[in-house]
Structures are given as C-alpha cells and as structure tokens.
C-alpha cells in the first residue's frame, strides 16, 4: 500500500519533491498557501511559476485547504522558507500531535532570532517527540531534479528507523535517499553550504575565475567543518552529499537561488535591490547573522562568512572579497581547527574517504 504524504508549501523545491515523491509511488497531496497555484498544480498538473514547462504527476493533488491536506497523511513534509517555518507550524500544532506521522525538513535554514535549526524549531512548536522528525539535504537542485536528472540525497533522522522508511518513500528511479542519523551535521551542511554559495557568487559577480571560486569553495568546506563539528556534527557528513556534495551543486551553479544572489551582489547591486530581484528566498542571505553569532559561541573563525556579512552590509567593496587569502597563523596548515581530534584536514580526510568508498566498490556509500 503506497504511502499517504503530504507536501506543505508549492515552491520549486517543494513541488519538485512532492513530484520524486509521486513518481516513487506515494500517494501526493499538495498544500500551496495561494489558492490559484493550488488549482493549477491540481487541475492542469503544473506550476508554471516556479517549474514552467515541467509536467507533473496526474497523481498529484494539491488544496489551499490545509486540513485537508493533513488528513489521514502517513508522512509530512515540509518546504516553506525558514523564516516563516514558526509562523506556519503553529496552527498545526493540533493536527500534527495526535498522529504519529514521520515530520520531514525539506528547508535549508536557521531561525534568525533564535539560531534554532529548522528540525529544533518543528519539535519546539509541535512539542513531538523527536524520534517523528527528520531532515533531507543534499546536492538538489530543483530544476535539475524535476527535469528527472538522476541525483542522490540524504534523509536523517535521530531514529533509524524513521529514516530508513523515508528513504524507502522518497526514492525512484532518477532520485536515491542514503540515510544517516547525524541530524545535526545534514542540517548545518545544508545551511552553510548556502553562506558558501553566496561568497563564491560575489566573486563570479565580480569577474574573477575558477581559481577564486576553487578556493573558497575548499576553504568553505574547512569552515562548514570546524562549525558544525563544533555543534556536534559528525566529520563524515560533511565529506558526504549533504556536505560537500551540496558545497559543489549550490557553488557552481547558475539554478543556485544563493550563487545568483551573490552573483547580482558581485554586480554592484545593494542587498535590497537583490532581495526585491529575487523571486524565491535565498537563505543564506538571511543565515548570515546567526550563524556568525553561534559560530562566536563556539570560538569557531569564519572567515568567508564574516566577509560575506561585510559585503552584505556594505561596509567591504565585493572586488575586495578575498576570505580565502585570511589566516591568523604566520604558517597556516590546511587543516581544519578540529583536526587534532579527527586525523587532519578536511581534503586529507575527503580524499581518505572516496579512497575508501572506491576501494569496496561503493559498498560503504549507504552508509553516506
């Protein structure tokens, strides 16, 4: 029997996954907060503001009602920006804690005034039992996904039952779901990979090439490193899809929303101006700040990141970007602030890592 889901918020991402979704075989309500765009998804199986010209499932539904979407749901899922994740969770609260249904973040975000992550933020509103949540990350672009280029992800949970069941949900054949329990370090991984994406926009904005944007990009998984193993994370996930995976998809990419607005930042626009351009929330941009202020908690330096919030407060000109030429140490080592507890940097450790996932013939990449 295929499974009942529920898919809350009708963005790219969110009606991309309510499509790998369907295409695996569950059975896929959609809740979009515009009752047009619900209607279209419904009736002329399309969302052509945000996927035009992709074809979705006939047997994809979709309501304004959410009620209605909620009802009788083996499993939910949730793609709305962070910023509005409290807002929206609260009148659910009701609904969602007399079932026992798995809660899945498809966001990739922190709460600006709490630091909380997005998984933090579904237990503390709902008041669920952690167990019930998990977390999906990974390189995912929508565009890309929607259009059935096959891709990888990985859904995380504290319990691994509840993500192995998820994986079994939200797999098909262009779309495959590792799991992992490491909630902490999937989360963050998707969350930094955006400050990252930023800083390697502004540089592409500017003119500057691939040895720039080479850079920061590995300095940037450096700096992902030592701040989510600071919070508990596991050093692995960030080698893996959720992490690096992630860092080089949103990096490179034109589809990227926070490449694009680091880019149009790079160009000489103000951060207003490129908040007003863009037609979807790019969430590193609103990241920044708390993420500086846990990484300040935890002693951890962030230096793209911290050049990134110059740029975005106009205080650095964006030609002078250059986080990754930073060190205070007069003989700096690559290697991450953690290395000493976790056997040497972060390029050492990724090498070590594909050495081992090739040298079994891949067997271990179940495992992410």
């Not at 059975?27 to 969302?47: C, G, L, Q, S």
């Not at 059935?148 to 859904?155: H, L, S, Y």
Request: aromatic letters at 4%; glycine letters at 10%.
């Amino acid at each position: 029997m295929s499974a009942r889901v529920a898919v809350l918020g009708a963005g790219s991402w969110g009606t991309t996954f309510g499509k790998i979704l369907a295409d695996g075989g569950a059975d896929v309500i959609m809740w979009a907060r515009r009752p047009d765009m619900a209607r279209e998804i419904d009736e002329a199986k399309r969302n052509s503001r945000y996927l035009p010209g992709i074809n979705l499932p006939r047997s994809m539904r979709a309501t304004h009602d959410i009620t209605r979407a909620l009802d009788g749901v083996d499993e939910v899922y949730l793609s709305v920006p962070s910023k509005s994740a409290r807002e929206t969770l609260k009148p659910l609260r009701t609904m969602l804690s007399r079932t026992d249904a798995p809660i899945v973040s498809l966001m990739k975000g922190v709460e600006k005034q709490t630091g909380l992550r997005m998984s933090q933020v579904i237990e503390e509103v709902i008041g669920c039992d952690r167990s019930r949540i998990a977390v999906i990350s990974g390189p995912n672009l929508a565009r890309e996904i929607a259009e059935e280029q096959p891709t990888a992800a990985v859904v995380s949970a504290h319990a691994a039952d509840t993500a192995a069941r998820l994986a079994l949900t939200a797999s098909n054949g262009y779309f495959r779901t590792f799991v992992n329990t490491d909630v902490a370090g999937t989360e963050f991984a998707g969350v930094l990979k955006n400050l990252i994406a930023v800083a390697t926009g502004i540089v592409d904005g500017v003119g500057y090439g691939e040895n720039t944007k080479a850079s920061i990009i590995t300095r940037g998984l450096v700096e992902m490193t030592d701040f989510a193993v600071a919070y508990g994370a596991q050093y692995e996930t960030m080698q893996g899809l959720a992490g690096l995976g992630d860092l080089i998809a949103t990096c490179q990419s034109p589809l990227s929303r926070n490449n694009t607005a680091g880019r149009l930042l790079g160009q000489g626009y103000t951060l207003d101006d490129v908040v007003a351009h863009m037609e979807q929330t790019a969430e590193g941009l609103s990241s920044v700040a708390p993420i500086l202020q846990l990484a300040q908690a935890k002693d951890v330096d962030m230096p793209i990141v911290k050049q990134v919030k110059m740029v975005l407060d106009g205080t650095m000109e964006p030609r002078d970007i250059a986080p990754h030429l930073t060190t205070d140490d007069d003989t700096p080592q690559e290697e991450t602030q953690h290395a000493a507890s976790n056997g040497g940097g972060a390029l050492r450790r990724a090498v070590e890592r594909a050495r081992d996932l090739f040298g079994d013939g891949g067997g271990r990449a179940r495992r992410n």
